[in-house]
């Protein structure tokens, strides 16, 4: 009797966070409806004009209006805005609630690809509950509200970890791609394939770009070198300073010198390399979860990217069914997370 009725209220609890959930997504998308303010569709319009983007926007700063609707610095790169064309051909009104929409697809696609590929024994209450604690959190209704890139780039990269391990190279390879756009959270990332020694998706991810590189340069007359720079130009006059990297964290304690964070920054790269080096080979997402909290910690972000957790959140619930099995510096690690999260 005790058990069924534990089973019925956390049912009720389910179903009432599902609801509040809900109303949240629902908020956001009709925020994405009035603002998508962070979408790149201009940028990505000017390149299927036939316009660098980036020189478009460095040549504009002291214009009293912006080359783009919605006002946005074009800081993602050229093969990456390349792959955005099926939406530039839309007009900005249908753009906008046609990304909403995808950026909800995405949110649910990345929560099943991580489930399948990584914790398929947490079954599907479990699943339900992760999908509910990503969509339910602040990072994806920014990225909903905002037009945001995170959780596009994050589903694809799952997808390429899915394609790979079920020996589709290819399918793999264009999926590591695409996901290469925000580049800043899928490069870290990518790292686990080369430290698995599977080279190919990303040897064949990196071509991939070269050529659509190529092909941008070929389409508006710039030069490559130009187009392949023009987003770091761009983020050295746009960017504003990131919410939890180590940079950020000795701004915000009045650090001015940024010897110290560079020095402590390295000591964490040494320390992940080593660690992800000696890992099991049957030990994929403690490293996929470790190479994410390194992605946050060292790389530029703001608050949205805090996507980026819901690999480890997998790992969280992967080992709460497992916790009778788990030494004790296991359950500390897990504890922690579970509180970071």
């Known amino acids: 009797m005790t058990t069924a009725r534990t089973r019925l209220a956390i049912r009720l609890l389910l179903f009432a966070f599902a609801l509040l959930t809900a109303y949240w997504v629902f908020g956001g998308f009709i925020e994405a409806l009035n603002g998508s303010k962070d979408n790149e569709w201009g940028p990505a319009r000017a ?37 955005l064309w099926p939406l530039a051909i839309l007009p900005w009104p249908v753009a906008k609630v046609v990304w909403a929409g995808l950026n909800l697809c995405f949110g649910l696609g990345l929560s099943l690809a991580l489930w399948r590929r990584f914790a398929p024994e947490i079954g ?19 990225n909903l509200g905002n037009g945001q890139h995170a959780v596009f780039t994050l589903v694809f990269f799952a997808g390429a970890l899915w394609a790979e391990h079920k020996g589709k190279t290819t399918l793999a390879s264009v999926l590591l791609a695409v996901s290469w756009f925000k580049y800043t959270i899928s490069l870290p990332l990518s790292l686990f394939f080369l430290v698995r020694g599977r080279w190919r998706p990303v040897l064949a991810a990196a071509a991939i770009h070269v050529v659509l590189t ?35 964290i000795a701004r915000q304690l009045g650090i ?6 560079l020095i402590a920054a390295g ?3 040494i ?5 992800a080096l000696r890992s099991r080979r049957d030990s994929d997402l403690p490293l996929l979860s470790l190479l994410a909290l ?9 608050g949205y990217d805090l996507v980026v957790l819901a690999i480890p959140l997998f790992y969280v619930l992967k080992r709460s069914r497992s916790w009778d099995e788990s030494d004790g510096l296991e359950r500390i690690w897990t504890i922690m997370l579970a509180s970071l999260l």
Do not use: Q
């Open 124 to 142: 599907w209450g479990g699943f339900a509950l992760a999908t509910l604690v990503l969509f339910s959190g602040t990072p994806f209704l920014n």
């Open 271 to 275: 320390a992940v390399a080593i660690a």
């Open 47 to 83: 390149l299927l004009r036939g316009m660098d983007p980036y020189r478009l926007y460095l040549d504009c700063l002291p214009c009293a209006n912006p080359p783009y609707m919605p006002s946005v610095a074009p800081s993602y790169p050229v093969s990456g805005l390349l792959m």
């Open 294 to 302: 390194f992605d946050y910690a060292v790389v530029y972000h703001l």
């Open 267 to 269: 000591a964490l790269t």
């Open 256 to 261: 001015e010198s940024k010897l110290v964070p």
């Open 214 to 248: 190529i092909f941008s340069a070929a389409w508006t007359g710039a030069n490559p070198l130009d187009l392949l720079l023009g987003p770091l130009r761009v983020a050295h006059v746009a960017t504003t300073a990131g919410d939890l990297n180590l940079l950020a």
